[in-house]
């Protein structure tokens, strides 16, 4: 049941995204030729590796899955590419985590079916050519702001994801709990979708939780009460908020309650990377009106923030 779909026809949401993938897998097919380069971008769990994989899927190709902050070298990726054969799709996921040597690697590599293999080090080094076969490569990543302007200029097509609506959630949910043969009400579906943060990977956690506490405490049907004890097991609050945003709201609310706070002195306060913050933390929390962010003056939070964190017992 945790398996990813292989079809489109098994991917549920992102309407826009799939739409466009089929006009160019259709178009590719057509040519006899392998599909442009893609970047994916989206928030964490939105389904960048899953539609990566399903790509490769339609379009008969070997998938090869790379990561961005595992490669450390430009050799790494040169050795990488070597093995790249005649209508793959090259995966990197996290692309804005390749270092910067890396990524002026790929820029030959995208642009011009080229890679450069150093051979020996020091005054004998030489550096050979070789060209690649026809191939695809997809970047996925969650900061499409910290990709290098040149590497993503290379990309032909960017598909942005964006978080799923409640009836695709329900949807997603509804097939979760058939599949794993777990008796459920249908009330539980919207309650769940509400705890995710529209965001796929989330929701089935909470499916999982939901299940297990029912197992666990031989309560039968999965119910929004079943579900409410196992969130609140997790550490997973409503809005589906977790131990990150609530230590967030508590900084902000707390410690400097009316006064705005700049990031860097967010990030340095909360040991987070502020990138971190502004991508992942920020935009669901100012979404629900509980930080306002100023530009030029920082972040507070609001009188909404306190009155949640009162009624969620966190303060």
Wanted: overall charge negative.
């Amino acid at each position: 049941m945790d398996e990813r779909p292989l079809s489109f026809e098994g991917f549920r949401g992102q309407v826009a995204a799939v739409r466009a993938l089929k006009v160019r897998i259709s178009a590719a097919l057509q040519r006899g030729r392998p599909l442009g380069h893609l970047l994916l971008s989206g928030p964490p769990g939105t389904g960048k590796t899953t539609l990566a994989g399903i790509v490769a899927h339609h379009m008969g190709a070997r998938l090869i899955v790379s990561h961005g902050r595992s490669t450390c070298s430009a050799d790494d990726m040169a050795g990488s590419l070597g093995c790249i054969a005649e209508g793959d799709v090259f995966f990197i996921d996290e692309i804005h985590g390749l270092p910067l040597q890396v990524e002026e690697r790929l820029y030959t590599a995208l642009e011009d079916g080229r890679v450069e293999f150093l051979l020996g080090s020091g005054p004998e080094a030489e550096t050979i050519s070789q060209t690649l076969p026809p191939c695809t490569f997809i970047g996925a990543t969650t900061d499409p702001g910290g990709i290098a302007p040149p590497l993503l200029d290379r990309f032909k097509s960017h598909i942005r994801l964006v978080p799923y609506s409640e009836a695709e959630l329900c949807g997603i949910a509804h097939d979760w709990f058939t599949a794993a043969g777990v008796e459920f009400t249908p009330e539980v579906l919207p309650y769940l979708a509400a705890r995710c943060k529209g965001v796929p990977r989330r929701l089935k956690s909470a499916c999982e939780w939901a299940r297990d506490t029912a197992l666990a405490y031989r309560l039968g049907v999965v119910t929004p009460e079943v579900a409410e004890r196992g969130l609140r097991e997790a550490g997973i609050h409503q809005h589906g908020l977790d131990a990150a945003d609530i230590q967030y709201l508590r900084y902000l609310a707390l410690q400097r309650a009316g006064e705005f706070v700049g990031l860097r002195t967010l990030a340095s306060a909360l040991n987070t990377p502020a990138r971190t913050l502004e991508l992942l933390i920020e935009p669901e929390l100012a979404r629900l009106g509980f930080v306002d962010v100023a530009q030029g003056r920082g972040r507070k939070a609001t009188e909404r923030a306190s009155l949640y964190l009162a009624q969620e017992g966190v303060i």
